[in-house]
């Protein structure tokens, strides 16, 4: 059963630039940029120096705590290891390393039989999550290892993500599409380690032929089950699909196993698999490159550390852009520096042109309210961004302002065009610039 969440817009798809569009290996470039830093948590330390060779898949960095270790996606000879720019508006310490173009595999690269697979405990598979660096890879890099680790015990529902609600974007179409034995095996997996008899892969209904890939794979009497879902923005959001799947409820300020719920990408799940039984650490990750101005737009599997430059120039466009997001237009990370790498967390550039200026010359409320209806989380936009610009700490905690989950939804209403996500962001790190230091 299918359960409506409050509030939600109905952005213009755009899928059908990319969603015909296979997934294409993109050629690795001489130069890749790999942050030392691609998930939610402490930055790994680098284990590599200034003219050391490394090899395809290759730990590179690591850490101690919420962490995710990086890899090398090639094999080569380490250039650098500095700050460089990264696509979050930073500069990040980063392993540059010079591609020798031979792909000479680490020896740590071992696949496993599906009978070694099965002898594997829930502890043992969650190890070799960790040791391959999987995040989600949705958006929010969460390591996935804490994330299983922390709802053991606690979660009664698992529930895969394939919505893929911003307009644009179909790298999870194409996974499912091209990858389904991956995908339901990652989901099995998954299954296992949490002791859950029971899946529910939810999609947008936008998606037929992603859901009929999947279905024709599963078998009868299958425990995984696919859910389709009605076309809305933000329907891939995390307490909007537990809603959305379960009529569940995430509190204020909680996590979904507060509700008995675990959420996983569905490109997270064939990088579970890759991992589990090809050996494979995660160090290539599947882009979606479109846009308005965007000659052929492509969805490539991309070497993690290639730049955006590289991936521009591979579609081509019809004019100089407006704006280059990491991402969709809705949540999507407008870039000032091109020389970014994709990360783990890359699911899309975008590429938008001069059409896309909405920008009023004094942005000034107006009051319609349409901000306080299509708020998928019940919050006051417009009382937010008021606190925010007195920088009113207290105002802003009362307001919850730290539950917004930054989907774009009152921007995209707003008749004067005001920036409120960009305030709230800026809001978020007020208070937590506020907030006493952890003990």
Same mark, same amino acid.
């Given at each position: ?100 173009? +031979?792909?000479? @595999?680490?020896?740590?690269? &071992? ?7 099965? *002898?594997? %405990? !829930? ?103 696919? +859910?389709?879902? @009605?076309?809305?923005?933000? &329907? ?7 809603? *959305?799947? %379960? !009529? ?103 590429? +938008? ?87």
């Amino acid at each position: 059963m299918a359960f409506a969440f409050f509030g939600g817009v109905h952005p213009k798809g755009n899928k059908q630039y990319a969603s015909g569009r296979p997934v294409a290996a993109f050629p690795e470039p001489d130069t890749l940029v790999i942050p030392m830093s691609q998930h939610i948590g402490a930055p790994c330390t680098p284990l590599v120096h200034k003219g050391e060779r490394v090899l395809l898949g290759q730990k590179i960095g690591d850490g101690a705590g919420l962490c995710a270790p990086v890899h090398a996606s090639v094999s080569g000879t380490v250039k650098a290891v500095e700050m460089r720019p990264h696509a979050g508006g930073t500069t990040m310490l980063s392993v540059v390393i010079e591609n020798d173009h +031979l792909d000479a @595999p680490s020896p740590d690269i &071992q696949p496993r039989t599906t009978a070694q697979v099965d *002898a594997l %405990t !829930g502890e043992e598979l969650m190890a070799i999550i960790r040791e391959a660096g999987i995040v989600g890879m949705g958006g929010a890099t969460f390591p996935t290892q804490a994330k299983l680790s922390s709802g053991i015990g606690k979660v009664d529902t698992l529930i895969i993500n394939s919505s893929e609600c911003e307009p644009y974007i179909v790298a999870d179409d194409r996974v499912c599409r091209q990858y389904p034995k991956e995908v339901i095996g990652g989901v099995e997996i998954l299954m296992k380690i949490l002791a859950l008899d029971h899946a529910t892969i939810a999609m947008e209904s936008n998606k037929p032929q992603a859901a009929i890939c999947l279905q024709n794979y599963l078998a009868p009497g299958s425990r995984i089950s696919i +859910l389709r879902l @009605p076309t809305r923005y933000p &329907q891939g959001a995390e307490k909007q699909l537990i809603y *959305a799947v %379960t !009529g569940r409820q995430v509190p204020s300020g909680g996590l979904p196993a507060a509700v008995g719920c675990a959420v996983f990408n569905v490109a997270t799940c064939k990088a579970i698999y890759d991992a589990v039984y090809g050996g494979m650490p995660l160090i290539r990750r599947i882009v979606t490159v479109s846009g308005d101005i965007a000659m052929e737009p492509k969805n490539l599997l991309v070497p993690v550390g290639t730049s955006f430059n590289d991936l521009l120039e591979a579609v081509g466009h019809s004019e100089n852009p407006y704006k280059v997001l990491s991402g969709g237009p809705m949540m999507g990370v407008a870039q000032f520096d091109l020389s970014v790498p994709v990360t783990k967390g890359t699911n899309a550039v975008t590429i +938008l042109g001069s059409k896309n200026r909405f920008l009023a010359p004094t942005p000034h409320c107006i009051r319609c309210g349409r901000c306080m209806d299509v708020c998928p989380m019940r919050l006051q936009p417009l009382q937010m961004y008021r606190a925010q610009r007195r920088s009113d700490v207290e105002e802003m905690k009362r307001l919850s302002l730290l539950d917004c989950i930054e989907c774009g939804c009152c921007a995209y209403t707003c008749p004067a065009t005001i920036p409120l996500v960009q305030a709230f962001r800026a809001g978020k790190q007020q208070i937590r610039s506020a907030a006493p230091p952890r003990k």
